[in-house]
T-cell receptor, first 111, second 116 residues
Framework: QKEVEQDPGPLSVPEGAIVSLNCTYSNSAFQYFMWYRQYSRKGPELLMYTYSSGNKEDGRFTAQVDKSSKYISLFIRDSQPSDSATYLCAMSRPNTDKLIFGTGTRLQVFP | NAGVMQNPRHLVRRRGQEARLRCSPMKGHSHVYWYRQLPEEGLKFMVYLQKENIIDESGMPKERFSAEFPKEGPSILRIQQVVRGDSAAYFC??????????????FGPGTRLTVL
């Protein structure tokens, strides 16, 4: 079983829709949670960073962490065609620097 | 304010040759990480370095792969005697100060290695 599971998609939605992206994980030691956006043939770009459980909002993006369920989510409001990319969740344990990534969910927002 | 720089962006090698991938961290960052991304897979951690020190190489294959981050110059990921299975995108990331889990990692554009 992978430490981090993420549905690869693709997820196709119309412009303006609310998008929900999710990851589950098996290791309760994870404390730091990140979402990266990766455009085709580019490097990952950090979108959101959260510590422990709770919500964090930044513009159209909201990140949620539910440690009791080992489940994290990224919501994108008013999705735009420019949001079309692969979204990677990543997490890490205290006192270690390596990030453990999900496989990524490919999102397509059509006009 | 330049971000993480990697070169070359594309590298083609024949089986048995050596591949050298270079990474210059963001200004003010002294911690470098290398990740590998195979097609249809997420990024896999390879190695974490500080200047002149390898801190964590738990993700590095035991043979043919090595990494360094010298006092001067970029970090180098070196793959000797490449095989087709080494074909992948290799990403470098850097973080600012002490490299704790609270320091976010910023990624470069990657080097796409193709082994013929």
């Amino acid at each position: 079983q992978k430490e981090v599971e993420q549905d690869p998609g693709p997820l196709s939605v119309p412009e303006g829709a609310i998008v929900s992206l999710n990851c589950t994980y098996s290791n309760s030691a994870f404390q730091y949670f990140m979402w990266y956006r990766q455009y085709s043939r580019k490097g990952p770009e950090l979108l959101m960073y959260t510590y422990s459980s709770g919500n964090k909002e930044d513009g159209r993006f909201t990140a949620q962490v539910d440690k009791s369920s080992k489940y994290i989510s990224l919501f994108i409001r008013d999705s735009q065609p420019s949001d079309s990319a692969t979204y990677l969740c990543a997490m890490s344990r205290p006192n270690t620097d390596k990030l453990i990534f999900g496989t990524g969910t490919r999102l397509q927002v059509f006009p | 304010n330049a971000g993480v720089m990697q070169n070359p962006r594309h590298l083609v090698r024949r089986r048995g040759q050596e591949a050298r991938l270079r990474c210059s961290p963001m200004k003010g960052h002294s911690h470098v990480y290398w990740y590998r991304q195979l097609p249809e897979e997420g990024l896999k951690f390879m190695v974490y370095l500080q200047k002149e020190n390898i801190i964590d190489e738990s993700g590095m294959p035991k043979e043919r792969f090595s990494a360094e981050f010298p006092k001067e110059g970029p970090s180098i990921l070196r793959i000797q005697q490449v095989v087709r299975g080494d074909s992948a995108a290799y990403f470098c990331a850097s973080s600012p100060s002490l490299g704790s889990s609270t320091d976010t990692q910023y990624f470069g554009p990657g080097t796409r290695l193709t082994v013929l």
